[in-house]
């Protein structure tokens, strides 16, 4: 059964009052819980990747979780801003009794090779590593 996320943004027009644009964004429930449940983890230790076939890549994150059982990491949410591929470092914590100890988890993303080297950063909740993935014509 689908549901609806209302997204606002407000803008202002010349000198007049602030006014705000909604638009309905469609999403199936089961996927609305899930991104629901997904958290960025604490911090990102280290950012590779390896060519894993052509025109492909293959990124490489660890990091540490603050808590025991965090599950299902992936590099997810992806979206671009001024040239930079953008993805953030998520997991599902455990819900309920949980103990206090930093914890190793680690996840993998594919993504195609461009023409122009590509600028990829990843983040977690307390920082974020960059690279520079290279071009199709780089010799890759």
């Not at 429930?29 to 894993?52: C, E, G, P, R, V």
């Amino acid at each position: 059964m689908p549901c609806f996320i209302v997204a606002h943004s407000q803008s202002t027009v010349g000198k007049s009052q602030p006014f705000k644009t909604q638009k309905l964004v469609r999403v199936d429930q089961q996927d609305a819980a899930w991104h629901a449940m997904k958290q960025l983890i604490w911090k990102l230790t280290n950012l590779t990747y390896s060519l894993s076939s052509v025109n492909r890549a293959t990124l490489h994150a660890e990091g540490e979780v603050s808590t025991s059982g965090w599950t299902e990491p992936q590099l997810d949410r992806p979206r671009v801003a001024d040239g930079i591929l953008h993805l953030d470092f998520v997991a599902r914590p455990l819900d309920g009794n949980t103990l206090q100890v930093i914890a190793p988890i680690s996840a993998e993303h594919a993504v195609p090779l461009g023409p122009q080297p590509q600028e990829i950063t990843v983040h977690a909740a307390t920082n974020e590593l960059s690279f520079r993935l290279p071009a199709i014509s780089d010799g890759v």
